[in-house]
């Protein structure tokens, strides 16, 4: 059974940090680009940060540039984004995608990331 289950979503004062992780099981991690996705209240979808299958090249949004870092262990099936210097823009609901180069995708159930004071 394929699962990504994020963690480490939670409530943080402006400036504070947090850092989330997505587990990954049921298929090989290792075959996977992975994503961070997170939608906004009333906004759509958007894409966060990204990390190819093998870790040697991210890429990011303008607007977390400098900010967020993604990572991943393909030992631990698991991938990671470390986000500092939050602002309440970055209030949303963060979404892990595994996706591979034949189409197949899968996400995870999503996790709050609540910035306010």
């Known amino acids: 059974q394929v699962q990504l289950v994020e963690s480490g979503g939670g409530l943080v004062q402006p400036g504070g940090w947090l850092r989330l992780s997505c587990a990954a099981s049921g298929f090989t991690f290792s075959s996977y680009a992975m994503t961070w996705y997170r939608q906004a209240p009333g906004k759509e979808r958007e894409l966060v940060a990204a990390?190819?299958?093998?870790?040697?090249?991210?890429k990011y949004a303008d607007s977390v540039k400098g900010r967020f870092t993604i990572s991943r262990d393909n030992a631990k099936n698991t991938v990671y984004l470390q986000m500092n210097s939050l602002n309440p823009e970055d209030t949303a609901v963060y979404y892990c995608?595994?996706?591979?180069?034949?189409?197949?995708?899968?996400w995870g159930q999503g996790a709050q990331v609540t910035v306010s004071s």
């Open positions: 995608n595994a996706a591979r180069w034949d189409g197949r995708d899968y």
């Open positions: 990390i190819t299958s093998a870790g040697g090249s991210t």
